[in-house]
């Protein structure tokens, strides 16, 4: 499923969301940037499906499972690296 979000300037979605990538980021107050976003992935079925299909690395790269394992891989490297001093 493709992705519209508001480009918030405190980031959030702009931190997954390449915007025309893998999904869109419209300004929060831009109505009708948002309904062309809308029309667009409505009626441009190749356009959706490869935003659609970017997408899933997003999903793939925000996995818990992957993130729990980087962090715990980083936490185990500052214990090592203090523990050699």
């Known amino acids: 499923m493709p992705s519209i ?9 702009a931190d997954m969301i390449k915007d025309g990538e893998n999904g ?6 831009d109505e009708i940037g948002l309904a ?3 029309l ?3 009626t441009d079925n190749s356009l959706k499906q490869k935003i659609s299909s ?3 690395q997003v999903r793939k790269s925000n996995d818990l499972e992957l993130i729990y394992s980087r962090l715990m891989n980083y936490l185990n490297e500052i214990i090592y690296r203090h523990n050699k001093r």
């Open 54 to 56: 970017n997408a899933i």
């Open 36 to 38: 062309r976003k809308i």
């Open 24 to 29: 869109y980021l419209v300004d929060p107050k």
């Open 5 to 13: 979000a508001a480009n918030c300037p405190v980031g959030g979605p």
């Open 40 to 42: 667009a992935l409505i």
